[in-house]
Nanobody, 120 residues
């Protein structure tokens, strides 16, 4: 299984960006999500979505980030608006076989290589 992220870029504060993640290879999963890690900081969960479409977001991104998925295509997207400098990080797509879809990343099964987002 390979998760491939795309869409990372440099944007100005207040701007928007859309990240996409495509899964190559068949796998069973109940959850897909986005995590991020800024230099010198621990990885944090940003948003998750389960197979039925229920979502969860970190408090810091609620109302600004939106997650969506296409189950048939095994893709997940993260729409980010009103971006802030503190959103700067490497963003990772992840998938998890079992519920619940926690924002803690330590029990997620599959990870992408990451895509860089810089807000200035």
């Amino acid at each position: 299984v390979q998760l491939v992220e795309s869409g990372g870029d440099s944007v100005q504060a207040g701007g928007s960006l859309r990240l996409s993640c495509a899964a190559a290879g068949y796998f069973y999963r109940n959850c897909m999500g986005w995590f991020r890690q800024a230099p010198g900081k621990e990885r944090e969960g940003v948003a998750t979505i389960d197979i039925d479409g229920s979502t969860d977001f970190a408090d810091s991104v609620k109302g600004r980030f939106f997650i969506s998925q296409d189950n048939a295509k095994n893709t997940v997207s993260l729409r980010m608006i009103m971006m802030r400098a503190e959103d700067t990080a490497m963003y990772y797509c992840a998938a998890k076989r079992s519920l619940p879809c926690t924002l803690l990343g330590n029990d997620w099964d599959y990870w992408g290589q990451g895509t860089q987002v810089t807000v200035s």
